[in-house]
Every structure is written in C-alpha cells, then in structure tokens.
C-alpha cells in the first residue's frame, strides 16, 4: 500500500508559478513510475506529466510543455510539479499518482487513470486571468 498526499495547489493569478508536492508513504517509493494527472470540472481526469522510477524520463502532455518540470526526490519519497506561466486553463484539481507495479513489472507509462495503482486526495489549483 502506498499513501500519497499533495500539497502546494492554490489561487493565482495568470503568470504567476505554483509548485506543487506530493509526498508518499509506505511501499517502496524508488520503484514506481509517478506522475500528476488533472481533472478540470465538467472534464476527464489528464496526464500532466509522468516521471520515470529513477528520474531519468519524463513526459510532458502538450499543453504544459515548456512551462511545467516533474522532479522526484527519491531520498525524501517525493514528487514535485513545479508549474510557471499559469494559464486560466491550467485550472483543476491536481492529483498525485503511483503507476501499477506487480511482480517486479512496473508500467512505464501513465497515459490514463486505468494505468494507476494509488491516487492522493488532490489539490485544487486556480488560475485567474
């Protein structure tokens, strides 16, 4: 079982930057593939970014490209997005996630919540213009 609890989401204005955390607890948190997903009202839950178990690969979804950075610190079992140029858009609740893992295979990429073992609670980020 893994535990997994955002902090850091917010209400801001368009530009600014947010950096949001997620710290983990429980199983062994170098071993999974992590990443943020969102889920704006009205709207399927995204893949913002993943992040590989080493830190070494990351993927970005489109729209963040170039404006978001993933980054884990396996030491303190803990994933950052850090977010700048916020965007109206950008608007949601933020959740943590912990790719599926069984039996030494790990997924290696997240691209939708069926590829999910655990998800933190979330954490509501706004953005006004």
């Known amino acids: 079982q893994v535990q997994l609890v955002e902090s850091g989401g917010g209400l801001v204005q368009a530009g600014d930057s947010l950096r949001l955390s997620c710290a983990a607890s429980?199983?062994?948190?170098?071993?999974?593939?992590m990443g943020w997903f969102r889920q704006a009202p009205g709207k399927e839950r995204e893949i913002v970014a993943h992040?590989?178990?080493?830190?070494?690969?990351?993927y970005y979804t489109d729209s963040v490209r170039g404006r978001f950075t993933i980054s884990r610190d396996n030491a303190k079992n803990t994933v950052y997005l850090q977010m700048n140029s916020l965007k109206p858009e950008d608007t949601a609740v933020y959740y943590c996630?912990?790719?599926?893992?069984?039996?030494?295979?790990?997924?290696?990429?997240?691209?939708?919540?069926?590829?999910?073992?655990?998800w933190g609670q979330g954490t509501q980020v706004t953005v006004s213009s």
């Open positions: 992040i590989s178990a080493t830190g070494n690969s990351k």
């Open positions: 996630a912990a790719g599926r893992q069984t039996n030494g295979w790990r997924i290696s990429t997240l691209a939708a919540p069926g590829d999910v073992d655990y």
């Open positions: 429980g199983r062994t948190f170098s071993s999974y593939t």
